[in-house]
């Protein structure tokens, strides 16, 4: 697919990039991530209980009225801890709600299946020359994603294109706020020392695109396989790209 918008000369000192649908594909998070971590929560929850990380995540998690509500309304014989667990298991996965305890609670339970080599970390054939690409001319690559930090490094360090780690900076998760505010992408380019822009932010998202836009960031769409169509509105706004390959010239100003 030809870009609706033309490819300008692209300059930039930080290329800022999304996962699902940008370096990684959707079917990958959906299929295989997503099943992986309910498959194995509640054993995950069950040995961990009484770790110190474990129990932040509860704390954390409690105080979501929404989550409290639905622990209460479960019928079940079990006590008070089990009853957390199916609360996990049964309405946080199940609904995959960007929340971000629930993001740390993934990132562990996925950290054990890519130690275990249960998990490879998915990424399409164009990211790790790229991202070789743009670390050799001196380009900062950052990350940003709703899900973990750690999560993220743990799909580019396990990739089935080798460790990608070594390329990339510095990370950014709902933490730093919602990928789609303007201001979440505000906080990055000052946590990154750079005017926004200055920062080229590539998603497959456009709502992404065009809050990363608001704060000032040059951005571009991904269109990869298996992504939501875009519509003749978002291709006319945004320049959108097949992958990374028209990318590899970026200069720096």
């Known amino acids: 697919m030809e870009t609706t918008m ?12 999304d996962i699902e649908g940008t370096t990684t594909s959707i079917s990958f998070v959906h299929d295989v991530l997503f099943p992986y971590a309910k498959k194995n929560a509640a054993e995950y929850l069950q040995q961990t209980w009484a770790t110190d990380e474990t129990k932040q ?63 490879k970390g998915h990424v399409y054939e164009d990211v790790a020359l790229a991202f070789e690409t743009w670390r050799k001319a001196g380009i900062q690559i950052a990350v940003y994603s709703s899900g973990s930090v750690a999560a993220q490094k743990l799909i580019f360090q396990h990739s089935i294109a080798g460790n990608l780690l070594q390329h990339l ?10 990928k789609q505010q303007s201001e979440s992408y505000t906080k990055i380019a000052l946590s990154l020392a750079v005017e926004p822009q200055h920062v080229l932010f590539l998603s497959d998202v456009p709502g992404e695109a065009a809050a990363a836009r608001d704060a000032g960031m040059l951005t571009i769409l991904l269109q990869r396989p298996g992504n939501a169509p875009l519509t003749e509105e978002q ?15 970026i200069k720096l100003p």
């Open 6 to 17: 033309s490819l300008p000369d692209v300059i930039a000192k930080v290329v800022l990039v």
């Open 57 to 119: 995540i509860v704390t954390d998690l409690q105080q979501y009225l929404e989550f409290n509500e639905y622990v209460e309304s479960l019928e079940s014989p079990h006590d008070e801890t089990q009853k957390l667990i199916a609360g996990f298991v049964d309405y946080l996965i199940d609904k995959d709600l960007k929340l971000t305890p629930l993001k740390t609670l993934q990132g562990l339970i996925w950290a054990k299946g890519y130690e275990s080599g249960e998990l």
């Open 169 to 178: 900076s510095s990370h950014f998760d709902t933490h730093v706020g919602h």
């Open 235 to 249: 291709q006319s706004a945004f320049v959108v790209i097949d992958d990374f390959s028209a990318l590899h010239a």
